[in-house]
Each structure stands twice: as structure tokens, then as C-alpha cells.
């Protein structure tokens, strides 16, 4: 019998899931049974996603910078890398305010609902705006002088690092390729060789993809706030799912155009990783399926996915950005306030350095709102208007956010001749019981 391919798999798992926890919670003790029993297994799976980010954005970071031979094709890369990664959240945050500003989904928020949802979640709100005050606090040049670790133990230790991560792979990439080869070369082996065993880490960690999102999902399910509560803020999330959707066409639209790669070949490519980062809302738990799939299933030369999509998982946010800019507009309507069009300007300025300074983790979008809502004089305690349905939206935009990644790294992959037809690996390739 044929195998069901990976994503319908994951997509079975998914349905399962939420199909499972409505089932559960019609029982006194369903609830409390998903998180003891079901949960755990949901939290093993982004775990061990999470636990193979570091060593392969070291791995693999090392060999595809010390691969190029040549430093100025590494500058060539990242400036191209960085100027699109721009351009595309620019588009984003523009998408996002137009669709807010057509359709004004704060306008229909009664006086009623608006003082229900800011009570209900008034604490949640608070602690969000705390996170973000003390980001706010530091220096102008605080984000660059956090990109240079004193310890790359340290750095590695934390997930929250990866552009310390980063950064010390690149530069160690640039000591190996001006060292004489004779010293380089086991060096590099060494290094293609443990890229090789954590590529195939992903391959066995992606056998449980389908039960991993079953007990996600179950988990989020159970945990979710009630029905009524979506229903007054359905309007605003239309505008966020309508502005992600354009966006995705966008970038179906750019592969095109540039790669002359169909949308369905992109798609097929990256669903897999798209619905887990659905199931976790973490683009950096992400990452290893996204480079593995960009790599195996768009054909995009690992020089290039080894460069490209570690930086954008880490400052390339589309998704948030698009979200930051609508949640503003929409918190502003709510309480009655219009903005001209420099206020709006001022949006796309913030909402793409937000998006920037976001880390790739469930909600962290949400905190980096508060920066914009406050530089654009928004009162900040809107943010508990919509918290009730902001991890069903966060999910939606680390989809948009790592299909961004994906496609500026086929992009960038045609600029300099690094796409070509895909090579397929399976988990068992070399493996002869
Ligand atoms: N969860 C998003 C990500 O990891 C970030 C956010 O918008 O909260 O990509």
C-alpha cells in the first residue's frame, strides 16, 4: 500500500486532535485528563524540534559559509537576503493597513463588549505591557550589541539567541575559509558529517509530526477561551486571516515570477512545515522541518538554506508584522480614535522593526505590539481586546511567517544560481536491516 504522503498525515493527526478534546471536554474530567495525559506528549515533540535548532544552525551555518570559498559571496548573499527580507515585511505591514482601513472591524465593537474584553483580561494584558517596557528600556544600539555573544556556550545554551548563534557560525565560516586547506579540511568533514546526523534527526523526529500535533492541538483546544468571546473579535480576525492569505499569494506570486516555480510545486514542498508551525506557533521549532523541506523538496542549494533561514527565522516576521499593523488599527477604531496618514506611516515604520525584534516564539508578537501601539499613541490596555483570540491568530501568522522565509530563500537561491531540481531523502535511506 502507498504511504499517505507526510502532510496529509500531519493534517489527519491535526483534525484528530481538535476532534479528540471536543469529545473530552464533554466529560467533568476530560480537561484536566488531555493536560495530564495528552499535553506532555505535545510539549516532547516541540522539544525535541527545538533541541536539534542550535547544533543545526551550527552545523550547518559552518559548512554552507565555508562551502562558498569566497567572502564576497557571502556579502553578496546577506545583502540581498536582508533588502528582500525588508521589502517583504514592508508589503506586509502595507497589505495589513489596507485591509484594516477597508473593512474597520473596531468600528462594530459595542461600548459593552469593549469594557468586557479589557476586564477579562485586564492581568494578562498588564504583564505583556511590563515584558515590553523593559525591552523599550534599553539603548538605540542595544539589538546590535546583543547580536555579539562573550560566550558562545552561554549563547548556545538559550534558545532566545539564535542570532548570537548566528553570528558566530558565520564568523567561524570566515576563519575556516582563510585557513590553508590542509587545516580546514577535517574541520569541514567533521562539520558536513554532523550536518548530515542532524538532518537525519529531523527525518525521525518528523515519524511522530502526526502524533506530536494530535496532542498540541488537543492540548490548545481544551485550554481555549469560550466561543462567545470569538465571536465579538470575528471581524478583526477576518481582517488578519484575509491580509495573511493576500500574503501568501504574494509570495506564491514572487516564486513565480523570479523562480518560475508553480504554486503548487511550492505548496506541496512546504506543507509539511507550514502545518506544524500552525500545531506550534514557533517559527525557531520550525526550523529545522523548514530548512529540511526548502532544501530536500524546493531544491534550494544548502548554501543558501544554511544562510538564509536561520536569519529569517529570527527577522522576518511577515506574518506578525501584518498582524501588528491591523491589531493597532483595529484597537485604535475600538476606542474611537482616527489616524491620519503619518500615524499610519508610523506603523509601517515600527511594525517592521517590531517584526524584527520579535523572537520566534508562541506570542511574542503580541508583546513587540505594545512598542508600536505606544509609539503611535494608542493606549496600550487595548491589548486585552484582543487576547481572547490571539493564539489562533498566532498560529496563522508563523505560517505566513516561515512561508516568507521559504520564499525569499528561493529567491535569493536564482539570484545566484543555487536552485535545481529537488532530491528527495528518506529516514531510511542508508539504513539496510
Ligand atoms: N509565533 C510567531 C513566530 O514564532 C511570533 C509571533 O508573531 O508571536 O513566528
Redesign the pocket.
Known sequence: MKKLELHWQILIGMLAGVLFAFIMVQFDWGAKFVSDWIKPFGNIFINSLKLIAVPLILASLIKGVSDLKDISKLSQMGGRTIGIYIVTTVIAVSIGLAVVNIIQPGKSISEETRTQLVENYKGDADSRIAQAHKQEESGPLQALEDIVPSNIFKAASDNGNMLQVIFFAIFFGIGLILIPEEQSTPVKKFFDGFNEVILKLIDLIMLAAPFGVFALLAALVVESPSLDLFKALAWYALCVIVGLFLMICVYLGFVWIFTKKSPSFFLKGMSPAQLL?FST??????LPVTMERVEEHLGVDEEVTSFVLPIG?TIN?D??SL?QAVAAIFIAQAFGMDLDLWAQLGIIVTATLA?IG???????????LVIVLSQAGIPEAGLALIFAVDRPL??C??VV??TGDAAVSMMVAKSVDKLHDPKERKWDDNYKA
Open positions: 508551525a506557533s514557533s517559527s525557531a521549532a520550525t527565522a516576521m506574518g506578525t498582524y517584526s520579535s523572537a520566534a516564539v508562541p506570542g511574542a508578537g503580541m508583546v513587540m498566532d498560529m501568522r508563523t511567517n516561515i
